[in-house]
């Protein structure tokens, strides 16, 4: 990105020049400078459009992994006012609605997995349907689905998947409110009736990781982290229902702008008026493919813990946290000293609330919620506790990967999938994945440096580091 | 109009990443995602191609025999929201019946309706896997003619 455009608004905060219109465009870019050189222009030309929406509360932000995505950036942050004409975005909360992570910490150590890493791999690759064309072990019949998307996470559990005390431990206690699966569409339904509990392609994994270094002592006992612990992530999220959801809603949504007067610097960021009967419908579906995720998440939670429970007897798996990072939920926040009730689009953004958020469960009030980092195969993750000045910075925002650094096509071109695999075995990462293609992209050098946006997230103010997690087993789609 | 088309007319995927990217291949970078651009001597062929360039995404089309048919039709007067219909209705097809596509033809009748057809067969352990495209975006969305040449883009979501 052509820094010269931006100027510095404290540590890791950037504005933007005033250009010919001699005012400044309501956005803030979270990062240190080296990662925002790094960004693409079109990050900025996609923020600055955001902010041009009807009703944006605050600023339109990215956050220190941003990259460029459609419409939205990728990594962008932007609340509407309902009152104020505020709008609803398919696009700003993304195709794959609710993807996020959820990870489980075990009470297993490297130094007892160490010699069952491969045969666990081997496994999780057989039990856990990922990729292309891969259907789910457990088909559900449409009316069954629709209980799913009312019901979460606990309908879930409440079906044999995952424990009660998973519940406490996800956002929105497992269940999202307000969802309206008569605006799904049938397609979208019968898309998903065998996809749940499937992991996905791209950049969705599961990941078997070890606590490798820990920041912040007292954050990490809260977390219930140790070094040389075993923790196991899954990064998923609505699978077809949510692209579905996505694709039938942008469509909608581009098609009905012109009654409803709002000028679209791009049609990518086709959207509806929140207090409209196309963004209420669009709401109802939103919310129930956030069920879904949650729901999708639970049962390859459960998957996982079978999985492990038959190679180390004994093992106990608990949910650490769940968050999903593509999302746009109504939440109250302060701006300039009032309290307004706001949409708030977090695209490819987590979640990050301060100690004390009365959402957060009891156990996490202390040190604030735990918001995750994931990196790519090789690279290594991130765990990271909410801050309390992040609500004032960015909605109590913050990063959610390392971010692309260069596109799949040039990774293609640079890495080959053996060549990724053989090499990251080597350094005792076992990777599991039907397509050499997928490796190939999600090559670890295809991302920014985790440690990089770890870092820039506290410089910025958005959530400070607690431990970092360095990967033994990846499942990839 | 683009009846017939031949599957093969974009790179085969069986090694995937293997293969280093070339000159004249159907994709243009795009950061998260990956970039679509096709031509052909009608607009229908270039919506054929640009078929055949997302599915080879997730395999080698040359590896997926015809055995089953399933045909579409939509309106749609736009004709950069028709290659995003196109390009999503036939993935939604795929995910709904579990069928790999392997050869897709397209027409448009004077009434502007497009019918669509795709050739695939149900997923075997056999076919090489690539990535899954989930849906077709407004990005770089684009269909030109010039030249007496049909060009159209758009970016997957994958």
Known sequence: MDISRLENLGPGRWGVIPGTEKKRPPVVLFGTEPLIREMDDKVLEQIVNTSRLPGLAGAAMTMPDAHWGYGFPIGGVAAFDPGQGGVISAGGVGFDISCGIRTLRTNLTIDRAAPSLEPLADELQRRVPAGVGQGSS??????????????????????????KADLDRIEEGGCMPGARPESVSEKAKIRQQEEMGTLGSGNHYMEVQVVDKIQDPNAAKAFGLFEGQILVSLHCGSRGLGHQIGTDYMMDFVKAAPPWKIALPDRELACAPIRSEAGQRYIGAMNAAINVALANRQILSQTVR???????????LHTLYDVSHNTCKEETHRINGKSRRLWVHRKGATRALGPGHPSLPSAYRSPGQPVFIGGSMGSGSWILAGVSQSEELSFSSASHGAGRSMSRHEALRRFS???????????????????????????????????????????????RRVAFLRPRVCLKG | MGKGAAPKKNRPLPEGADLPASKGDPYFPHDADIGIATCGKTLE???????????SLMTDLSTVHPLQTVDLSFVEPDEELALVTWINRLLTESDIRRLAFGRFELERNAAGRWHGRAFGEPWRETHPRGIEVKGATL????????????????????
Request: hydrophobic share 45%; aromatic share 8%; charged share 25%.
């Open chain 1, 306 to 316: 079978n999985v492990m429970e038959e190679i180390f007897p004994g093992i106990v």
């Open chain 1, 417 to 463: 999938g053996r060549t990724v695999k053989k090499e990251l075995s080597s350094r005792g990462i076992h990777i599991r994945s039907n397509s050499l293609r997928g490796i190939a992209e999600e090559a670890p050098g295809a991302y920014k440096d985790i440690d990089l946006v770890a870092e820039a997230t506290e410089i910025s103010g958005l959530a």
């Open chain 2, 139 to 158: 990005s770089h969305l684009s269909v030109k003619h010039e030249g007496g040449l049909w060009t159209v883009r758009l970016v997957v979501d994958v």
């Open chain 1, 138 to 163: 457990f088909p559900f019949s449409l009316p069954e689905l629709g209980r799913i998307m009312e019901g979460g996470a606990i309908w879930a559990v409440e079906n044999g998947f995952g424990e």
């Open chain 2, 45 to 55: 062929e270039a919506f054929v191609r640009a078929a055949e360039a997302a599915f």
